[in-house]
């Protein structure tokens, strides 16, 4: 598992580091060096050796004059741009100590273009100068090495105003910062290669970064003498007549190894369903204008008979899907996964409704639909997403799924992000096939936060390989459900490595 921080709190961890002993100027050194060595890796696939290296007048520029000096020492041509002159003191430190030579214009030409202008200390947007510099880094044609994150990006959310450095790679100083990975983010990074400097980090709930490693304990071996009942009873609730197709991607709960799925859908849409999926259980609701409709014993056997939940898949926002949430959480005693109209509808008739529940309750929105719940605008919900996750996690005693290019996922004390994920996502049903696999691996754990994790990651990484084969534009959400299997099948192959 890895943290991923907040400018303030990467300031902290610094700090810290340094109380415990470890020099400023040994940390400039240590990031300096990882900086060059990366550049060096880099520069061994450019036919053009030449170096560039941008410096601004904080600690950002004090790790680009380090890592020039590195690099000329190894032989390599290097020059400095002083885009400001150094303000720190291990800025001016090293800015005396590196002797490469300087220039006043970056010019195309360079095969490696070093970006230390701004740092984690970067707030607001670009100066006019600032600006042009960056557009000269973006118009160099050279591999751009962006140093611990791309100038212009804001740290704490990824977002930028305005310019910023597009690099090819961005060496991550210690910790990944929610600025990597979030909003803007990865199109502006890179790859993302993190570089160990010997941070010591303070005791402190920091979000995680669950790896494939931490995730496979969700998928311990099955033992030979279990049954159906051992590995979880799925409840998909969801579709109607404009939105049939919907629940039916809730089948993904079957190959994340559920061992019952129960498909609830209305009147209007059963028939064609008999016999599609026969491994699923199929029960018909009543409808009325084509949306389910309350049904209060259909509903009590639903939650007698299931671990988990997952309602609101293509069910349209209206009063009866409320009326049909409000039952579940007063009277379910899973895990209740709200997605998509169920959001909806609790956003338009009453998000209080959550306060009254029995039921462990985990909701999927995506970024608009948070922005209803929480009566805010998209815009806030980007750039203080994590916060106004934590709150609304916490006020309401949920588990929050805000699913967006990174998902960020919130309980009532702790936070993770999953980055894995493909803009192959980025269209209709990929939620619904989420909804069942959260709903599968919640019924088979208490801890939500990394049942939800290890949900995303699977959706992810599912259709990333996908993507290698079908493309980013070819691949659907039916697609995955036949992905999702070899995806499972890597964490189970893990969990069985000791
Ligand atoms: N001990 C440390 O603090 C370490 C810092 N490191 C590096 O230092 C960086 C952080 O350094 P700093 O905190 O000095 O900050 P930066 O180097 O990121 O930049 C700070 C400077 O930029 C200015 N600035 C910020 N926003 C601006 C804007 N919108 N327009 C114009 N100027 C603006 C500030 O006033 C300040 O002078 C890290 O990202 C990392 O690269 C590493 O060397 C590891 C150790
Ligand atoms: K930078």
């Given at each position: 598992m890895r943290y991923v921080l907040t400018n303030a709190e990467m300031r902290a961890a610094d700090e810290f580091t340094m109380e415990s002993g470890v020099s400023s100027r040994t940390l400039m050194e240590r990031a300096g060096k990882a900086v060059a060595k990366l550049a060096e890796k880099a520069l061994s696939y450019l036919s053009e050796k030449s170096v560039a290296v941008v410096c601004g007048s904080g600690n950002n520029g004090g790790d680009g004059y380090c890592a020039a000096r590195i690099l000329a020492k190894k032989g390599f041509s290097v020059v400095v741009f002083e885009a400001f002159p150094p303000k720190t003191?291990?800025?001016?430190?090293?800015?005396?100590?590196?002797?490469?030579?300087?220039?006043?214009?970056?010019?195309?030409?360079?095969?490696?273009?070093?970006?230390?202008?701004?740092?984690?200390?970067?707030?607001?947007?670009?100066?006019?100068?600032?600006?042009?510099?960056?557009?000269?880094?973006?118009?160099?044609?050279a591999f751009v090495l962006a140093a611990d994150i791309p100038s212009g990006l804001a740290g704490d959310n990824g977002l930028c105003a305005g310019e910023a450095v597009r690099a090819d790679m961005t060496a991550v100083i210690g910790e990944f910062k929610a600025g990597h990975l979030f909003n803007d983010g990865p199109d502006l990074c890179g790859e993302l290669?993190?570089?160990?400097?010997?941070?010591?980090?303070?005791?402190?709930?920091?979000?995680?970064?669950?790896?494939?490693?931490?995730?496979?304990?969700?998928?311990?071996?099955?033992?030979?003498?279990?049954?159906?009942?051992?590995?979880?009873?799925?409840?998909?609730?969801?579709?109607?007549?404009?939105?049939?197709?919907?629940?039916?991607?809730?089948?993904?709960?079957?190959?994340?190894?559920?061992?019952?799925?129960?498909?609830?859908?209305?009147?209007?849409?059963?028939s064609p369903l008999i016999g599609k999926y026969p491994e699923a259980i199929l029960q018909k609701m009543p409808s009325a204008n084509g949306v389910l409709a309350y049904d209060e014993a259909a509903l009590s056997e639903i939650a007698a008979q299931s671990d988990s939940i997952a309602v609101g898949m293509g069910c349209c926002k209206d009063r009866e899907i409320y009326r049909i949430v409000r039952y579940l959480l007063e009277h379910f005693t899973g895990t209740l996964?709200?997605?998509?109209?169920?959001?909806?509808?609790?956003?338009?008739?009453?998000?209080?409704?959550?306060?009254?529940?029995?039921?462990?309750?985990?909701?999927?929105?995506?970024?608009?639909?948070?922005?209803?719940?929480?009566?805010?605008?998209?815009?806030?919900?980007?750039?203080?997403?994590?916060?106004?996750?934590?709150?609304?996690?916490?006020?309401?005693?949920?588990?929050?799924?805000?699913?967006?290019?990174?998902?960020?996922?919130?309980?009532?004390?702790r936070a993770a992000v999953s980055s894995a994920g493909s803009p192959a996502l980025a269209k209709g049903g990929s939620g619904d096939v989420l909804a069942g696999l959260t709903a599968a691996i919640a019924a088979r754990t208490d801890d939500t936060l990394l049942a939800c994790a290890c949900a995303s990651f699977i959706l992810g990484e599912s259709a990333i390989s996908l993507s290698q084969t079908l493309g980013e534009y070819g691949v659907c959400a039916s697609d995955l459900l036949q992905e999702i299997p070899k995806t499972v099948k890597k964490l189970e192959s893990l969990a069985r490595i000791k």
């Open positions: 003191v291990e800025c001016q430190l090293e800015n005396a100590r590196c002797r490469t030579p300087r220039i006043n214009t970056l010019k195309k030409g360079y095969g490696l273009v070093i970006d230390c202008l701004y740092g984690t200390g970067f707030h607001g947007t670009l100066n006019e100068r600032a600006a042009q510099i960056v557009k000269e880094i973006n118009e160099s044609g290669r993190v570089c160990d400097i010997g941070i010591v980090l303070p005791e402190k709930d920091y979000m995680r970064m669950y790896a494939p490693k931490d995730l496979c304990a969700l998928f311990p071996k099955r033992k030979s003498r279990s049954n159906k009942g051992d590995y979880g009873r799925v409840a998909i609730l969801g579709g109607s007549e404009r939105y049939s197709g919907a629940p039916l991607l809730g089948m993904s709960a079957f190959k994340a190894g559920a061992g019952y799925v129960r498909l609830c859908v209305p009147d209007c849409i059963f996964v709200l997605d998509a109209d169920a959001l909806n509808s609790l956003a338009e008739f009453g998000v209080n409704a959550l306060e009254n529940k029995r039921c462990t309750v985990i909701l999927t929105p995506h970024v608009k639909e948070f922005s209803r719940l929480c009566q805010t605008t998209v815009q806030e919900v980007c750039e203080n997403g994590a916060a106004l996750a934590r709150a609304f996690a916490k006020r309401y005693g949920v588990t929050l799924m805000l699913k967006s290019n990174a998902t960020l996922i919130s309980d009532q004390s």
